[in-house]
């Protein structure tokens, strides 16, 4: 696989784990949304994998879900089709 791939596997993988942690804790995307003060519209794009969100991002979004980094991005190879 080259790294490109591998790149975009990563990014669908994580957008999958960010949808279902978010479903876990039964919060809406756009109330997730509201709590990472980020665009629904944005969001939705993370959880289909189409946008590369910067660290900045996935910290508030990591604040918005009440986890630490390390919960979001651990075993994300776990998260394929």
Known sequence: MDKNNNF??????LGRKIRLLRQQKKIS????A???AINKNYLSDLERGT????LEMLNRICIGLD?????????IDDYSN
């Open 51 to 54: 946008r590369n969100p910067s």
């Open 34 to 36: 509201y709590l990472c």
């Open 67 to 75: 986890i630490t980094f390390e919960d979001l991005v651990e075993e």
């Open 29 to 32: 995307q756009e109330e997730l």
């Open 8 to 13: 975009l596997k990563i990014q669908k993988n």
